[in-house]
């Protein structure tokens, strides 16, 4: 019959497995020095980088780009506050701040033609004509942060994809995946028609006709009946290409 443990055994089992927890303790607790240790080194290196390369993170948008990759991998978000040492160095909070606030500009006096939806690459445009700047200084990576920043607002402002374009929404308008299809549809020509949706989609008359009314509510469709095909033609400015539109009015 085997023998049972007695108490000093228990005892002993006891202390053993107590030291294997300070121990273990011990040992956590080393590596989450050496791991501060070694992202306060990260920081202070990324704050030297940032000195010597500010000139270059202002100016070139893909350097930017970078350097907002490098400040995420150690913890690092240069545009949470104006204030301290990123605002000092770099500046480049007041830089999105200025581009959140004139691409909300662009966006509200957009939406009596787009109904609140509007290509990311004609309001890229229309960022650089106002800023009066060249395409290549303004990334869609610089658009994609600032629109994030204005996410505080609670106004739907955010970027979503349809089909092959990236479209900035400003309003809170729920799309479903009818209205999504008949988007990516129009990005070929800039509009649908009924019979096309029907034709290449497979839909009823009927649920053509309700997304399209929808669509129309929302102020996201304009109605064109003035072909000699007598087809109506719902246009899309948010996905049509900006050289099929009339022209970018100064906003």
Request: glycine share 8%.
């Amino acid at each position: 019959m085997r023998r049972r443990p007695g108490i000093a055994g228990l005892q002993s089992a006891a202390a053993a497995r107590d030291q294997y927890r300070l121990v273990g303790e011990h040992v956590a607790k080393v590596r989450t020095d050496l791991m501060k240790e070694q992202l306060a080194t990260f920081r202070s290196q990324l704050e030297d980088f940032a000195r010597k390369h500010k000139n270059d993170i202002k100016k070139n948008p893909t350097f930017r780009a970078q350097f907002h990759e490098m400040c995420a991998k150690v913890g690092v978000d240069p545009l949470a506050s104006n204030k301290g040492v990123w605002a000092e160095l770099l500046g480049i909070g007041d830089f999105y701040y200025e581009l959140g606030v004139q691409i909300v500009e662009i966006c509200i006096a957009t939406r009596s033609e787009n109904g609140g939806l509007i290509n990311l690459e004609e309001l890229r445009t229309r960022l650089c004509k106002r800023r009066r700047c060249s395409r290549e200084s303004l990334s869609e990576d610089d658009c994609f942060r600032a629109i994030s920043k204005l996410k505080v607002l609670g106004s739907g402002f955010e970027v979503i994809a349809i089909g092959r374009k990236k479209l900035v929404r400003s309003v809170p308008t729920e799309l479903n995946r009818d209205h999504n299809e008949i988007l990516e549809l129009a990005q070929a020509q800039g509009y649908v028609t009924v019979d096309q949706l029907e034709q290449t989609l497979s839909w009823t008359s009927g649920r053509a006709t309700d997304a399209l009314q929808a669509l129309l509510k929302e102020g996201l469709a304009m109605i064109d009946d003035g072909h000699r095909d007598g087809r109506r033609r719902y246009w899309f400015p948010c996905v049509a290409s900006i050289s099929t539109t009339s022209g970018l009015e100064d906003v």
